[in-house]
């Protein structure tokens, strides 16, 4: 137990002391990945004047539409009645709402970071300013903590998602992927046929594909393709 609370503290300690200092100018892609570079300064928390400067990416992946039925899979899990009567609602205006996900990874590769003998100010100050004048509409510039500094990262993420929502929903109402198609979303149906193409190239995605057609309700409806998949995988072993 006390172990979970030191998590918590951590986090929010981590979430509260980080700031944003460039944000991209540009939303991420609604029909591909997005690749954020980002920099991060802190301070060490026992040394004056040493700041560390961490450089990567983060691979922002394409948005996935979620419809309210499998969303409320996720969020009724350990809530009470507030929670399923909000489930409902989004039931009952499934047409006019519209979710959806989003995640990231972290390119280990293009990892870098560096000590410099200065205060994190002067360091963070003159890291946005070199940034700035690459004109780079997908870098981000961040003032947090040096441990846990990953959470920085899910902040600048989150703070990039509210600001792309907006766009990538109006794109994908303007290609009309919120159409139902047999029941289910048409940015859905697309989905799953690309998980399917890539699935008969590579079997270890064999079983994304499953999860991801229960998680939308329609594995009945493909399951003869999906165990057709199934045998052709273990065939290539």
């Not at 986090?11 to 100018?25: G, Q």
């Not at 004056?48 to 961490?54: D, K, L, Y």
């Not at 996720?74 to 039931?91: I, K, M, P, S």
């Amino acid at each position: 137990m006390a172990d979970k609370k030191k998590d918590a503290f951590d986090f929010w300690y981590a979430v509260n002391n980080t700031e944003i200092k460039l944000m991209p100018s540009r939303h991420l892609e609604t029909f591909g990945t997005t690749i954020l570079n980002y920099h991060l300064v802190s301070e060490f928390m026992d040394t004056v004047n040493q700041t560390r400067v961490r450089e990567g990416r983060m691979v922002a992946n394409r948005p996935q539409i979620i419809t309210p039925e499998a969303y409320s899979k996720t969020v009724l899990e350990g809530f009470g009645d507030e929670a399923r009567q909000y489930v409902e609602w989004l039931r009952e205006h499934e047409k006019e709402v519209r979710i959806l996900r989003y995640g990231y990874s972290l390119r280990k590769e293009a990892f870098s970071e560096h000590v410099i003998s200065e205060p994190a100010k002067t360091v963070v100050e003159r890291v946005e300013q070199e940034v700035k004048a690459k004109n780079d509409p997908l870098s981000a510039v961040l003032m947090g903590v040096d441990e846990p500094w990953d959470v920085c990262l899910v902040k600048l993420f989150w703070e990039v998602i509210q600001g792309s929502a907006t766009a990538n929903i109006r794109e994908l109402d303007r290609h009309r992927m919120f159409e139902s198609e047999r029941g289910v979303p048409r940015g859905i149906r697309q989905e799953i046929e690309a998980m399917f193409l890539a699935a008969s190239k590579d079997g270890s995605l064999v079983r994304p594909l499953g999860a991801r057609l229960q998680e939308h309700g329609v594995f009945s409806e493909y399951e003869d393709r999906f165990f057709s998949l199934v045998k052709s995988a273990k065939r290539r072993q």
